[in-house]
């Protein structure tokens, strides 16, 4: 079983930038495809943007395409989500998720979250 920490939440301030990490506690060769998530308060889970292991390739949602960036280091079993040019309404818990079945898009496994705070 694949478990997932995150790390890197904060408060910041709008303009600035912030990285999470989500490190995997299993080899990440059993994972497809690994994702970002955020629930911002009294608003349903959205999809960020995810990463598909293999191949590095990366997809992202239309609010933080271009500031957002998804990379993940072999070696070291982890996701990131670099965030720049953060804004207010970029307030939420984070989630990161793994997707171990190519022709399933159910993300498996979750991490417990980590809470970005953006003030303006």
């Known amino acids: 079983q694949v478990q997932l920490v995150e790390s890197g939440g904060g408060l910041v301030q709008a303009g600035d930038s912030l990285r999470l990490s989500c490190a995997a506690s299993?080899?990440?060769?059993?994972?497809?495809?690994m994702g970002w998530f955020r629930q911002a308060p009294g608003k349903e889970r959205e999809f960020v943007g995810a990463?598909?292991?293999?191949?590095?390739?990366?997809i992202y949602a239309d609010p933080v395409k271009g500031r957002f960036t998804i990379s993940r280091d072999n070696a070291k079993n982890t996701v990131y989500l670099q965030m720049n040019n953060l804004k207010a309404e970029d307030t939420a818990v984070y989630y990161c998720?793994?997707?171990?079945?190519?022709?399933?898009?159910?993300?498996?496994?979750w991490g417990q979250g980590t809470q970005v705070t953006v003030s303006s």
């Open positions: 990463i598909t292991w293999k191949s590095g390739s990366t």
């Open positions: 998720a793994a997707r171990t079945r190519p022709l399933i898009s159910t993300y498996d496994y």
């Open positions: 299993e080899r990440t060769f059993i994972t497809f495809r």
